[in-house]
Every structure is written in structure tokens, then in C-alpha cells.
């Protein structure tokens, strides 16, 4: 049996495309879980690669390990401080053992779309959420933008009754399986890149995520149907070492810097259109996607929505009606 993410770098040759560093640069390293084409975090990270390789010839080179192959997301973090990797992006969801403050993003249906989300991040609260972990070790570099999620299952999910009594697979994130348990759902927390081993054999009924990692891990293969929900968000922390960072010579932090504010900017306001290209691709290839009608939707609102009280001093109210005046 093949996993998803071995199957993807059979289909996209992604590990042949490292970089070749020469004697005297610096080695980046960059790890992350995602597959590399029609993919926002994808897309990002080549280009980033690309750029730094071209514009840093001789001072740096960044190699990009895509699809779970060099850590898993769970473990990416620890290497991290140990400094055996310099930069990774997990989704926002997986830094609960750092701070409590990213809760806000898989609170159900907080943001109305990514581009809600892109405005709360540059508010001055979102600012500051990049310096959170300091003490830590970890520092924010830039958030990227992957998008808004959907729910799917070895059944068609319309009601949020339907999803009464499924095992679904979810990030591991305290909100999101109170988000599961909400619809009398039973939430398995589990590595990405064994998400679709899981689907295929029956270990979980479900799962939720964006069109492009739907896409990307062909979960819609082995399930019944996405439904088009919009209920959570997937975003990221481009995230460093805190001491490997401010240990950079001046001038290359700088350069560093620049490069990943202008791939940021550049990537960040594409992911909407690389999800929808990712959900097109999905119809194409045969996949199921299930619209509901604004009273369906509302149903899942209502039953998921209690959760924001379960996290509200995680949150805090503030914060709340930051993100809230983002969707107006
Ligand atoms: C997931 O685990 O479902 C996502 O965080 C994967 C990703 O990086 O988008």
C-alpha cells in the first residue's frame, strides 16, 4: 500500500527538486507536508527556494523537502529547536504546545473567507501573534494562506446529523475536535500525510481540509463526496529558530527578509485561486462536491457554533470581535 504522499512524489518528481548547494553556502532546510503543485503552501515554498537559490547564489541555499519526507508536521517543530531544520509552515492549528492564542482560527466559521482572515492577520493582534513564541524559540516569519475548509465522508454528509456517529480525522487541535464533538462526531487527531491510508482502509470515516489538499492527497477517491461547508480555515506560519535567525549576518537577514515578504505578498493573494483550480480539478477527476443551500449551512452553524464559548478565555472576546469586524 502506497501513501498518499509517496504517491504523490512518484506523480510530481517532487524530490528530485532540491537544490545542489555549493561548499560555502549556507544550507536552509525547509520542511513541509504539502504536495508541491496547485497548492498555495506548495507554490510558495518552491518559489521561495527558487528566488533565495538565484538571489543568494553564494551566500545561501535552500533546499525544500515536500510531502512529509523530511518530518511530519508533529515533529517538525522539536527539529526545529534542535536546529536540524531552518524554516517549515504547519497550518496554524498545530502550534498548541506553543500557545493557545491561534485557537481563534479553528473556531468554526470565525472568518468568512481568506480574505477576513488576511486582514485579521494584519491587524496589529495578528502582528503580534508572529512574536508569540519567542521565549519559546520559535519566530514568525510571515502567515501564508492556504484557505477555507470543507467536510467529507464515506457517506453524503448534508445535515450535520449526518456526520452523527463517524470517526473523522482532524489537525491536532483541541478546537477542532470539540468542532467534531459538537456534531456528535468522534475526532481522530493523525499525522497528514496518513490521512489517506486511513480513508481508504476504514480507520476514519472522514476528514475536513482545503480544496487543495483535498486534491492534493486525492482524498475524494476514497470518499463519498465533499460537502461544501466553508466552516474552518487552513493557514500557516512560515515559521524559524529564533537563535538560527538572529544569528544570520545583518545583511543576509535582510535580503532573507525581503524575499520572503515579496513571495508572501505575491503567493498569499493567489491561494483563493489555487484552491478553486484544486476543486475544478476535483469535478474533473470524478470527485463528488455537495453544495448546501444557505438554510443547510445554517444548520451547521448552529450546531457547531457553541464551541466558541467552550475556547472564549483561550480567545478572548477581543480578539472575537477583531476577526468579526473583518467580515463585515
Ligand atoms: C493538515 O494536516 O491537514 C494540514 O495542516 C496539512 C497542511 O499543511 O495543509
Known amino acids: ?18 537544490a545542489q548547494c555549493d561548499e560555502g553556502e549556507m544550507v ?27 538571489e543568494m547564489n553564494g551566500k545561501a541555499c535552500m533546499e525544500v523537502y515536500p510531502n512529509s519526507t523530511l518530518y511530519d508536521d508533529d515533529k517538525v517543530l522539536e527539529a526545529m529547536l534542535q536546529g536540524d531544520v531552518q524554516l517549515a509552515a504547519p497550518s496554524l492549528s498545530k502550534f498548541e504546545q506553543f500557545t493557545k492564542g491561534f485557537r481563534i482560527f479553528d473556531l468554526p466559521f470565525m472568518f468568512k473567507n481568506i480574505d477576513a482572515v488576511d486582514a485579521f492577520q494584519n491587524s496589529e493582534t495578528g502582528q503580534a501573534m508572529k512574536e508569540s513564541m519567542v521565549r519559546r524559540g520559535l519566530l514568525g516569519l510571515a502567515f501564508w494562506h492556504n484557505g477555507v475548509t470543507q467536510i467529507s465522508a464515506n457517506k453524503p ?55 487543495s489538499n483535498i486534491y492534493g492527497q486525492k482524498f475524494f477517491e476514497v470518499q463519498d463526496g465533499i460537502t461544501e461547508t466553508n466552516h474552518g480555515v487552513i493557514d500557516y506560519l512560515l515559521v524559524t529558530n529564533v537563535d538560527w535567525w538572529e544569528g544570520l549576518d545583518e ?27 484544486a476543486k475544478q480539478a476535483i469535478i474533473d477527476a470524478g470527485g463528488e462536491v455537495r453544495q448546501l443551500s444557505a438554510e ?11 464551541v466558541w464559548e467552550t475556547f472564549l478565555d483561550d480567545v478572548g472576546q477581543e480578539n472575537i470581535d477583531a476577526a468579526q469586524e473583518f467580515n463585515a
Open 1 to 18: 500500500l502506497m501513501t498518499a504522499a509517496a504517491a504523490a512524489i512518484v506523480a510530481t518528481g517532487a524530490t528530485t527538486a532540491q
Open 28 to 54: 536552509i532546510k525547509f520542511s513541509h507536508v504539502t504536495n508541491t503543485d496547485r497548492h498555495p503552501k506548495g507554490i510558495a515554498a518552491t518559489l521561495l527556494a527558487e528566488r533565495v537559490n538565484e
Open 157 to 211: 454528509l448534508i445535515s450535520p446529523d449526518d456526520a452523527k456517529g463517524l470517526k473523522f480525522r482532524v489537525q491536532p487541535s483541541e478546537v477542532l475536535k470539540a468542532n467534531m464533538e459538537s456534531l456528535g462526531a468522534s475526532p481522530q487527531p493523525m499525522a497528514f500525510s496518513e490521512v489517506y491510508g486511513a480513508l481508504q482502509t476504514g480507520v476514519v470515516d472522514g476528514q475536513e481540509n482545503t480544496w
Open 251 to 277: 545583511d543576509v537577514r535582510n535580503q532573507l527578509s525581503t524575499i520572503i515578504n515579496e513571495v508572501t505578498e505575491a503567493r498569499n493573494s493567489e491561494s483563493f485561486k489555487v484552491n478553486e483550480e
Open 296 to 306: 443547510q449551512r445554517q444548520a451547521w452553524v448552529d450546531a457547531m457554533k457553541p
